[in-house]
């Protein structure tokens, strides 16, 4: 074999398990794509593609076998769940499409019958000892609850009777509508029932409630809930209003193992006291484990300037926090200054959402300066990306603000992206990629 011949052989050898990772992930035409990702892990689940990619031969059936770790429940629409049960005990199934799942990691189970089914046959299978000396490797579970009846109940039986068999399993994904299930408990009582809750170190919550029952009391007690975990690292929370500023001390020193945390509420509630911001000021400034906060698009009443100017100064010394989003409602200065962010952040995104108000107290000139400064100095080594929404006085026009951020990007040696928009005249205009 020729020199050019054995060099196309090893690209060929490194670039095709990357193309067919690609087309196990991605979206395609009519079809979404069948990856989840939570907490730095990706669960690839069973599809026709996969199935047909695998049969191409026996390399491709080794790579797309190695990469497939998700079984969704609707998939047993024949009702024999004894492939499903081998893959929970670790065995090697041989029926149907399975044979390309080596290792489960992870299931997602759905209100249909066969779901209540399963339950039942792994805390009957488990209490006569069918699985003593066994443990599976499932980590993650995905619950699409709506349609579930009395599953939640089951489900707490499977969790707490067959502790030995999943003992990887510390990750949480619930997808809920409060407001069409028939039965069961809101998502708060089903959280705070839950065995074993704080073995879930990883917790992503999608709730949807109706409008009349969503509001700052019912999130309060899903909150509430959440709170009671202690050990949780990971909490991705998305619902449709509720969050009340006031009540952030307390969760900020009830999660004092996160490392992870994004919030996602169009609308939430209130201002918050000088107690209260030197509580939640200290709490963020000592906090020495989280590093990725995500709060953008978490939708608050416009509070006074004092009152977000803490926050961000709070933001700006903690010594932890590498990818910081946040909107205005939370960031403030009333004085220029290249302090506004720490030190060792990489990421930084500044956003404005359509649905804010701004305090006419305010002159976010200031914060514009900052920024900018920032990036023409250099003061950020750490400082690789930024995503900005500028909010641009009266006197200041568009074009000649953008060529002040080209000036300033002609400086800079740190920043591998940068795009930015402005709100000019009540407007948001599209964003622009500068970098």
């Keep these: 074999m ?14 095709e398990p990357l193309i067919i990772r690609l087309l196990l992930t991605s979206d395609l035409p ?11 892990r990706t669960y690839i689940g069973y599809t026709k593609e996969a199935f047909n990619l695998a049969r191409v031969c026996k390399r491709w059936f080794k790579w797309v076998s190695g990469s497939l770790n998700s079984v969704d429940i609707a998939q047993f629409y024949s009702k024999d769940l004894s492939p499903l049960l081998m893959m929970i005990r670790g065995e090697q199934t041989t029926k149907q499409k399975f044979p390309i799942i080596n290792k489960m990691q992870s299931l997602t189970i759905r209100g249909f019958n066969f779901t209540n089914e399963l339950i039942e046959i792994l805390v009957k299978e488990q209490k006569e000892g069918h699985f003593d000396g066994i443990t599976s ?60 809750f704080g073995n879930f170190k990883y917790l992503h919550c999608q709730i949807q409630r109706d409008t009349e029952d969503d509001n700052e009391e019912s999130s309060e007690e899903l909150l509430e ?8 690292k990971y909490l991705d929370l998305t619902m449709q209003e509720g969050v009340s500023i006031g009540r ?24 918050i006291g000088q107690e209260g911001l030197d509580i939640l000021s200290m709490l963020i400034r000592e906090n020495n484990k989280l590093k990725e906060v995500y709060l953008g698009n978490l939708g608050l009443d416009e509070m006074s300037f004092e009152t977000k100017e803490g926050i961000q100064q709070a933001l700006a010394v903690n010594k932890c926090i590498t990818n910081l989003d ?39 000139q200031t914060v514009t300066d900052s920024i900018i400064d920032i990036i023409s100095l250099n003061t950020h080594p750490n400082l690789t990306s930024m995503d900005i929404t500028f909010i641009l006085g009266d006197d200041e026009k568009p074009d000649q ?14 920043l591998q992206s940068f795009s930015y928009n402005i709100v000019a005249n009540g407007k948001i205009n599209p964003s622009t990629t500068l970098r």
């Design 137 to 196: 490797s499932l980590e993650h579970i995905y619950a699409h609850t709506y349609g579930m009846g009395q599953i939640p109940i089951d489900f707490y039986d499977m969790l707490e009777d067959c502790k030995s068999l999943f003992p990887s399993l510390d990750s949480l994904s619930l997808y809920r509508r409060d407001d069409q299930e028939e039965y069961g408990s809101p998502t708060q009582l089903f959280l705070l029932d839950l065995p074993c």
């Design 326 to 364: 946040v909107n205005y409602s939370l960031f403030y200065t009333k004085t220029k200054s290249t302090n506004i962010i720490s030190q060792v952040v990489k990421q930084f995104k500044l956003v404005h959402k359509s649905f804010q108000d701004f305090n006419d107290q305010c002159d976010y």
């Design 248 to 271: 952030l001390p307390y969760y900020f020193a009830s999660w004092s193992n996160l490392e992870y945390l994004k919030i996602q509420c169009y609308t939430g509630f209130g201002d």
């Design 401 to 414: 603000f953008k060529q002040r951020l080209v000036d300033a990007l002609s400086t800079n040696t740190t």
């Design 225 to 232: 809930a959440l709170s009671r975990n202690p050990y949780l």
């Design 30 to 40: 009519r079809r979404p794509s069948n990856s989840y990702y939570l907490a730095g």
């Design 2 to 15: 020729s020199n050019d011949n054995v060099y196309t052989s090893s690209r060929t050898s490194m670039v």
